[in-house]
């Protein structure tokens, strides 16, 4: 079974920053598009909200993060990371990551979710942004 697990999330205040982790567990991230996925507090939908190509060649970032998230990877770690900056309560939620094998569209992983067969999905990691 195919294994990724998220970590770095936490409670920080506006315009903080925080850097999640994504790791694979049981196999390498090396060949699989990586995606972050948050769920806001209370809603059912993931938003699509940095995504990496297989090869890292192709990022993409949702409007509301663009900017201020960075997503890149390291295939040496088997991780994949996000770092968040200038966070805003609006960021809150739980981020969840999920790989695909040899996707190389990040666009259409991030966007087009629920058209994609995901290889393996993250319990997720909780980011707070309070005052």
């Known amino acids: 079974q195919l294994r990724v697990m998220e970590s770095g999330g936490g409670e920080v205040r506006p315009g903080g920053s925080l850097t999640l982790s994504c790791a694979g567990q049981?196999?390498?991230?090396?060949?699989?598009?990586v995606g972050w996925f948050r769920q806001a507090p209370g809603k059912e939908r993931k938003e699509g909200v940095a995504?990496?190509?297989?090869?890292?060649?192709?990022?993409y970032y949702s409007d509301s993060v663009k900017g201020r998230f960075t997503i890149s990877r390291d295939n040496a770690k088997r991780t994949v990371y996000l770092q968040l900056d200038n966070l805003e309560p609006e960021d809150s939620g739980d981020y969840h990551c999920?790989?695909?094998?040899?996707?190389?569209?990040?666009?259409?992983?991030?966007?087009?979710?629920?058209?994609?067969?995901?290889?393996?999905w993250g319990k997720g990691s909780l980011v707070t942004v309070s005052s």
């Open positions: 995504c990496i190509s297989a090869t890292g060649g192709r990022t």
């Open positions: 049981t196999f390498s991230l090396d060949l699989y598009a």
């Open positions: 999920a790989a695909n094998y040899l996707q190389e569209d990040a666009q259409r992983m991030c966007a087009d979710r629920p058209l994609i067969s995901f290889d393996s």
